[in-house]
């Protein structure tokens, strides 16, 4: 049945169905990181952006509070292609076949940015910013005892948001090639879209202008790179709408 002749009751059954699965691979993915998290906690502490640092725990329940936060974390990034693999599937009915074919390609893609997107912020961005608050304490000859609980906290308020801002440029192109958005629009909010990325890369950088800069720069440049993007995704998506046009026209002759 096409999702255009669906009725809302149906729509709403088949949103279940899909959730349904998202949950029980959430579970799953639950269960498999109960083996992985330990190991990569460990690792994480032992890497080079903490060797220097001394983890303490500075309640009971904090080794334990990392731990399961960790678990959570394992299980989304496990379950993502399957949550992206739903989402296409509860809208594929509603598109055309070849725009089935194009976003359903857009899946593995989203995952590569979301893992290119952690990768920079822990390999790149992380490490100089735990350098300069270990700067700034020993100009201000503060001794600093850092908590696990605070140190994971703290890594993964500045690597999960990279993860899902490095999605923009296939967001912005699935948007572009269902019609919801244009590169003409893209362009001309462009001056609004990069104040709010420099408040985002405010909000998740320290106040010095080095890491500001590390984080503002590739925003910017990921957004550009989405208009370009949004280009190819809306010459195609015309030139599919004038075959599409072509072929009703031939089938009515």
Sequence with gaps: MNQRD???FEHIGELRKRLI??????????????FISQPLIRFLQHADEASQLTMNAFRITDPFKVYMEMIFF???ILTSPV???????????????????VTLSYIPFSVI???????????ILFPNIIKFMMNLSGDMEIQQVIGINEYFQFLFQITVPFGFLFQLPVVMLFLTRLGIVTPMFLGKIRKYAYFVLL?????????????HMMVTVPLLILYEISIAIARIGYRKSLEAEKLLEQEESSEEE
């Design 113 to 123: 940015l979301f893992l290119g997107g952690l990768a920079f912020s822990y390999f």
């Design 199 to 211: 408040v985002i890369a405010a909000i998740i950088t320290p106040p010095d202008i080095v890491s």
């Design 21 to 34: 699965i998202v949950v029980v691979f959430f579970f799953v993915a639950i269960v498999a990181s109960f």
């Design 83 to 101: 949550i992206l693999y739903q989402l296409w599937a509860f809208i594929s009915p509603g598109l055309y076949e070849r725009e089935r074919k």
């Design 74 to 76: 394992l299980a989304v």
């Design 6 to 8: 669906m009725t809302i």
